[in-house]
């Protein structure tokens, strides 16, 4: 069975903070990872999509790397508005188009 | 200019009530979904469907049925709601391929009375 774990659950950070939150997943044959960021009341905002061991990709403030078995969310020098939360998927083993999420990592920046 | 848009926002109903929430989309995607987020934030897939295909997640009840007047559309209905119902029911649309991310609306909170 696929699965996509998160951690931390949660994680607070000073301004300029910088840290990494971790989406590791079993799935057979992995076709692609996706980040999502959450705010309250909204629905999941796509933020990357990584294909392959080894791959980083990057928007202001976050950069995500891919390895065999897990995906890493770095934050650099985060500020109040990086708080939401921070949702990782992969598409199902035995349909692609769906996707498993993990349960996601609540980001708090305190200024 | 709303690319994934659901109505209603909320919705307050009775114990085994029908209700139905619809979804549109305006990016020309061919891929439509519905997802459940539980009260713990936990985004599980119930259906996708596209004009060749439905795929129906097999925990999902057969009081849950989509139905799809064109692409841009898909409306979810739900008979005889029950209680372990309530959750925020997102709707997503992608273009086809299992590399395509998918895009989502703000979701509709459906409380169970």
């Known amino acids: 069975e696929d699965q996509v774990t998160q951690s931390p659950e949660a994680l607070r950070l000073q301004e300029g903070e910088s840290s990494s939150l971790n989406c590791s997943y079993t799935?057979?044959?992995?076709?692609?990872l996706f980040w999502y960021r959450q705010d309250p009341g909204k629905g999941p905002e796509f933020l990357f999509t990584l294909y392959s061991a080894g791959e980083e990709k990057e928007k202001e403030r976050l950069k995500a790397t891919l390895t065999k078995k897990e995906s890493f969310l770095h934050i650099t020098a985060p500020k109040p508005e990086d708080s939401a939360t921070y949702l990782c998927?992969?598409?199902?083993?035995?349909?692609?188009?769906?996707?498993?999420f993990g349960s996601g990592t609540q980001l708090t920046v305190l200024p | 200019d709303t690319a994934v848009s659901q109505t209603p926002k909320y919705l307050v109903t009775q114990m085994g009530n029908d209700k139905s929430i619809k979804c549109e989309q305006n990016?020309?995607?061919?891929?439509m979904y519905w997802y459940k987020q539980d009260s713990k934030k936990f985004l599980k897939i119930m259906f996708s469907?596209?004009?060749?295909?439905?795929?129906i997640n097999e925990t999902v009840p057969n009081r849950f049925s989509p139905k799809s007047p064109d692409k841009a559309h898909l409306n979810l209905h739900i008979n005889s709601l029950e209680l372990g119902d309530s959750a925020v029911y997102f709707c997503a649309s992608s273009q086809q391929g299992s590399n395509q991310p998918q895009h989502f609306g703000d979701g509709t909170r459906l409380s169970i009375l």
């Open positions: 998927a992969v598409p199902n083993t035995g349909s692609a188009r769906q996707l498993t």
């Open positions: 799935v057979s044959g992995l076709r692609g």
């Open positions: 990016l020309g995607h061919d891929t």
């Open positions: 469907y596209n004009n060749k295909e439905l795929i």
